[in-house]
């Protein structure tokens, strides 16, 4: 049987964070500078680790417990964990508890007293359930079902359900009803999902798991869902249903955790709601994805959690190192609206980046209204721009201004809020009157905008989080899929559920 865990996510960022907490030594009760290295200890360690992230628990185990057996040294509060970790994997809970007994009890200053106290709960846990069998990957999905997210949490929900089922071999396809003509379109079979009813109402508090057959009714075809292949682990959805409070998004996540002991949690959808959320999955050692929330604070600090779509700030870094390092630019002056907090967090993150990569940035424009995009040219006239310096945002006088704004090869244009499209419109027109030939940098607000011949005229060169290649045949499957689940186009969110 193949070990499904050591191809998950979670049993990676596992692994990885016992590494982190490896490389330093645990603090015990007697000094840092007492703790010898052992090199045969520090090997099997080594050896153990890669025998985990292969899913070989059994050996990685019997590494761990020969690391154990040495005297004291670098590695014997990471071995009694990491061998807790495979006995967990095997199933061997009551030896995986008393083994971290050992752990808290002989090293209680240790540094791994919250994992270590986390697994034990996951352990208690399975003991009093029952151990479940090893090949099944739970995933929890935490979603709001209130009027004003419902639509977004189904999208969402519809892209996770494809990939779920995908994966356990379920596949859909159109049937022909007798007498439609046999000049019909060509039907094919896609690899599709199917749940116990269409809503995720229907879901609510259960275990959602693919079944082998189901029919339903699309325009004039039947569309079939049956078994394929049977991968060697399958992976089985429980939901929890969010109100519109953060609060709720954090009692789904413990209910999740306690009740239904999943491995990886998906959701919730906005930055609010995440935050609760991933501090719960991080105090239970859960893995947690955001799929979209844009808060930096939703993973900050955090091991278990992780966001899906790029932060605001991280926006402007992505398009600080697309300047510097695809476009070959050497000075690039920023423009943002002092007022809109997106749009002065992604001035602030690619000026961060700029930084650390040897951007030069000549200067920063904050414009204090939105208006005042459009009124470029007469600002630089009146010589009421401010400029900002280390010490401050100032005016500047106009032959300086002129100087600095001739320095820039490009500027950055985070543009977001309101009438985006106006604001970049009217500022593209106002660069190329007052510097023709400057390339313009924008973000995902410059997406598909209707005055594209203004923006090729000025090279204008912008980045977006989410962009479809239609031409590619996995996303022509995923289109076509979705409509024999849904009857509908995807959108972003059922991408970003889909990956």
């Known amino acids: 049987m193949v070990n499904w865990r050591s191809r998950s996510i979670r049993a990676l960022v596992l692994v990885a964070a016992v590494i982190a907490g490896a490389v330093t030594t645990p603090v015990h009760a007697q000094g840092q500078e007492e703790i010898p290295e052992i090199p045969n200890a520090e090997l099997l360690f080594t050896e153990g680790v890669a025998a985990f992230e292969r899913g070989e628990y059994k050996t990685a185990f019997e590494r761990f417990q020969l690391v154990s057996e040495y005297e004291l040294n670098r590695k014997t509060t990471a071995a009694l964990l990491m061998g807790s970790k495979a006995l967990v994997r095997l199933g061997r809970y009551q030896e995986a508890i008393d083994r971290l007994d050992v752990l808290l009890d002989q090293y209680p200053a240790t540094t791994y007293r919250e994992q270590a106290e986390s697994l034990i709960e996951r352990a208690r846990s399975r003991l009093q359930g029952g151990a479940r069998t090893r090949d099944t990957l739970r995933i ?73 057959t189901d029919t339903l009714r699309v325009d004039s075809l039947w569309v079939v869902t049956e078994q394929g292949a049977r991968p060697d682990w399958v992976a089985k959805m429980y939901f929890r249903r969010m109100g519109a409070k953060p609060q709720t998004a954090r009692a789904a996540v413990d209910s999740l955790v306690r009740l239904d002991d999943v491995d990886v949690i998906l959701g919730p959808i906005g930055s609010r709601a995440a935050g609760p959320a991933g501090k719960r999955a991080e105090e239970a050692g859960v893995l947690l994805v955001a799929p979209v929330a844009t808060g930096e604070s939703v993973s900050k600090g955090r091991d278990y959690v992780f966001q899906a779509n790029p932060t605001i700030s991280a926006r402007g870094r992505v398009m600080a190192r697309v300047a510097k390092n695809g476009l070959l630019i050497d000075r690039a002056g920023v423009i943002y609206e002092s007022g809109n907090s997106y749009s002065a967090r992604m001035a602030e993150g690619f000026e961060a980046e700029a930084r650390r990569r040897g951007l030069e940035v000549p200067l920063t424009i904050p414009l204090q209204d939105p208006r005042d995009w459009s009124r470029l040219p007469a600002l630089i006239k009146e010589d ?84 479809v290649q239609t031409s590619r045949p996995a996303v022509q499957r995923f ?21």
């Open 384 to 467: 009421s721009l401010r400029i900002e310096r280390k010490s401050g945002a100032a005016k500047t006088d106009s032959a300086v201004v002129d100087s600095l704004l001739a320095r820039a090869e490009a500027f950055y244009l985070p543009v977001s809020g309101r009438g985006a499209a106006g604001k970049i419109q009217g500022v593209l027109t106002g660069i190329q009157q007052v510097l023709p030939g400057t390339r313009a940098l924008g973000n995902a607000e410059w997406h598909d905008l209707p005055f594209t011949k203004a923006a090729s005229d000025m090279q204008a060169t912008y980045t977006n989080g989410f962009h």
């Open 479 to 499: 289109v076509r899929r979705y409509r024999l689940l849904t009857g509908t186009t995807p959108d972003e969110l059922s991408a970003d559920g889909r990956r």
């Open 140 to 212: 929890g999905i935490a979603l709001p079902m209130e009027s004003a997210q419902a639509s977004l949490a189904q999208a969402l929900f519809n892209g996770i359900r494809l990939a779920v089922d995908e994966h356990n071999g379920l596949r859909r396809r159109y049937v022909r009803p007798p007498g439609l003509q046999s000049a019909a379109d060509t039907f094919e079979v896609y690899d599709t999902a199917s749940t116990p009813g269409d809503s995720l109402a229907a879901a609510d508090d259960e275990t959602t798991t693919a079944v082998p």
